[in-house]
């Protein structure tokens, strides 16, 4: 399709509104922790939508629907668990985080990671530089279902979608720091629900209903409408280890966690799970359907998908221009889906310049740094940091939800342990939370690499591996903290009283 005037309008209009926000949110910016942290002021409802849209990445439109397209109800547990991060992320890490911040001024969570473990460099670092790591191929992701939008959307070239995402994004972000975030992510999530509670079932009774989509895949293949496959990928082992994957992985990802550092009132994180739960899985759950959907009419032959490797991820966009035949809709519904893209990208941008700035330059290089350099620096490595992921998106993946677990496999396999050890175990400590974090992150890499090259090493094909990658590097990272903890020198009981350390979620 080609893009028309109303169609430019509408995109121009939303790109616009973006930036707006980014100019007004720069007038609020006086320090770091403004930028960084919106000067923990947001509200409920701000920080309900901010965990949505940070939650709601690229996959949550494009790569939702793909999957649903391509292997149908046994993937229907991604709808489930996706939801329930935000809820695990609030409950176990963000309630005890918020109160130990209030006090310690709290900027990342490596500024928990080094008090609790008595680690100022080595930990602050090593968490940091993974981070920025696993930060960055989940934002490869994000960039490719940009394009994907803005390549269906005006019949542009790759390079190009992408130097647009990329200047659209950036400025908004480097501007105006979680303030234009946070805002944004308002706008951008409820621009996403609506547009899901109204775009969904036009393209599910396009397809014919329920009825006829869930017979139709039936007619397929019987194991399309099953909670889980027989064996191999979402057969029972993997559904086990992708909930804990999506739940727990996404729930101590840098760029979801940090969120609750910004909340302005801690009774605020006591209905959030909740109201999260219910307002995003309504949303996650209609989306899988669409792919339900659009398989359907892929292979009734209402439309056929392009020819190119992620061809899945096109199934909401294609599903959208056939069952809405005014195009001046299709820029509309375009702008829901850039909504959600762009509400997962702008928070990792903004979480690689805070790891850079604050944890790597302010805290390890050069500690006497003034305010005014750290909030500059934060800008820069945003905009390098947008500029690089441009790059690494130039040739996209086969399909974006793949690479999502991958990056969510490798937050899981080095952030998790030393999280929930170091939040509940007081037995916890320093070696072997490096021990833990280390291990996990060189061992999720390379796990991950081998299955999605499927390629065979150590005697295992990778390919075929039961469960997620992930959950063997999990599992690793469990073993090396507790062995490395029980034969090194336990954390002093003063820095365990004062991070709140022990088996309970509040005192309070």
């Known amino acids: 399709m080609a893009a028309d005037l109303i169609t430019i309008g509408v995109i121009v209009i939303y790109f616009l509104v973006m930036l ?8 609020k910016i006086k320090n770091t922790e ?11 409802w701000v920080f309900i939508l901010l965990m949505i849209g940070t939650v709601a990445s690229g996959m949550s439109l494009l790569g939702v629907s793909g999957l649903g397209f391509k292997a149908g109800w046994p993937t229907i547990w991604e709808q489930i668990f996706v939801p329930l991060s935000i809820g695990f992320c609030i409950i176990f890490f963000g309630v005890k985080l918020h109160n130990v911040a209030k006090t310690a001024g709290y900027i990342t969570v490596q ?11 080595a930990l602050r670092t090593l968490s940091a530089v993974a981070g920025i790591i696993v930060s960055f191929i989940y934002l490869v992701g994000q960039y490719s279902a940009i394009a994907i939008v ?11 979608a992408l130097v647009i995402a990329t200047l659209i994004t950036t400025v908004y972000t480097a501007i105006g720091g979680l303030y234009a975030v946070a805002w944004a992510s308002l706008i951008q999530s409820i621009i996403l629900i ?5 775009m969904a079932p036009v393209i599910i009774f396009y397809a014919g209903g329920f009825d006829h989509v869930n017979t139709y895949l039936a007619g397929v293949n019987p194991n399309l409408v099953m909670p889980w496959m027989p064996s191999g990928t979402f057969g029972i082992p993997y559904v086990i280890s992708f909930a804990i994957l999506l739940m727990v992985g996404l729930a101590c990802a840098p760029h979801v966690i940090n969120n609750v550092l910004a909340i302005k009132d801690v009774k605020y994180l006591k209905w959030a799970p909740l109201v999260a739960f219910l307002i995003y899985g309504a949303v996650m759950f209609l989306l899988k359907f669409t792919g339900f959907a659009g398989a359907v009419m892929v292979k009734e032959g209402v439309f056929t998908l392009p020819n190119v490797p992620n061809a899945g991820d096109f199934v909401i966009l294609y599903g959208i221009q056939n069952s809405m035949p005014i195009m001046a809709l299709w820029a509309v519904f375009a702008v829901i889906v850039l909504a959600a893209v762009m509400s997962t990208t702008d928070r990792l941008m903004l ?7 604050w944890d790597i330059y302010k805290k390890v290089l050069k500690p006497d740094a003034d305010d005014k350099t750290v909030l500059l620096l934060s800008k820069i490595v945003v905009v390098l940091s947008a500029l690089f992921t441009m790059l690494l998106a130039i040739n996209p993946p086969e399909m974006l939800a793949i690479l999502i677990w991958m990056g969510i496999g490798v937050m899981l396999s080095t952030f998790a342990v030393p999280l ?3 939040l509940y175990w007081r037995g916890a400590t320093r070696e072997g939370a490096l021990a833990a974090m280390a291990l ?6 390379t796990f991950g690499m081998l299955n999605y090259v499927k390629a065979t090493a150590f005697g295992i094909d990778f390919g075929t591996i039961p469960l997620h990658f992930s959950a063997y590097s999990f599992i690793i990272a469990i073993i090396a903290m507790v062995v490395v903890s029980l034969l090194t020198k336990k954390t002093t009981d003063k820095v365990l009283d004062e991070t709140q350390t022990g088996w309970y979620i509040s005192k309070q």
């Open 420 to 422: 929930l050890s170091g």
């Open 440 to 445: 996990g992150l060189v061992t999720s890499l």
């Open 111 to 121: 500024d928990y990671l080094a008090h609790r473990y008595e680690s100022p460099v």
């Open 20 to 27: 707006g926000i980014g100019a007004w949110a720069s007038k």
């Open 34 to 44: 403004d930028y960084l942290v919106a000067g923990r002021q947001l509200g409920f």
């Open 150 to 160: 803005l390549m269906w959307l005006f019949a542009i070239p790759l390079w190009l």
């Open 351 to 357: 979480t690689i310049g805070a790891m850079c700035s």
């Open 194 to 198: 609506v547009g899901v509670l109204i």
